[in-house]
């Protein structure tokens, strides 16, 4: 069974960085992607980053490109989202999902969009909170 666990959230300051991890565990095969959502109050769940585990490919969202960069360590089935220069709307709760087909790099990086219903396996969150 598939398990995903997101750490590292919490409160910095506009400019800061943090950097969270997802432990993916349990999967089948090499060919999955692991993204990275966010939800803020209020707001719909957006796609932020994703990695295909097989090749390293990524995406990411215009509104973090170049300020957030995804890694993976497949030794320690570890999946990284490092942020720095965060601003106040990067607020949210950050959610660890993974697509066990692994089609949804292929998809995101042609449409631009990370698709929520391509990712069969959520974490249960982390709060991030952005605020001086």
């Known amino acids: 069974q598939v398990q995903l666990v997101e750490s590292g959230g919490g409160l910095v300051q506009p400019g800061g960085s943090l950097r969270l991890s997802c432990a993916a565990s349990?999967?089948?095969?090499?060919?999955?992607?692991i993204g990275w959502f966010r939800q803020a109050p209020e707001a719909k769940r957006e796609g932020v980053s994703c990695?295909?585990?097989?090749?390293?490919?990524?995406y990411y969202a215009d509104s973090v490109k170049g300020r957030f960069t995804i890694s993976r360590d497949n030794a320690k089935n570890m999946v990284y989202l490092q942020m720095n220069n965060l601003k106040p709307e990067d607020t949210a709760v950050y959610y660890c999902?993974?697509?066990?087909?692994?089609?949804?790099?292929?998809?995101?990086?042609?449409?631009?969009?990370?698709?929520?219903?391509?990712?069969?396996?959520w974490g249960q969150g982390t709060q991030v909170t952005v605020s001086s």
């Open positions: 999902a993974a697509d066990s087909v692994g089609v949804a790099i292929s998809t995101a990086q042609a449409t631009g969009v990370m698709y929520r219903l391509e990712y069969d396996y």
């Open positions: 349990g999967f089948t095969s090499d060919r999955y992607t």
């Open positions: 990695i295909n585990n097989s090749d390293g490919s990524t």
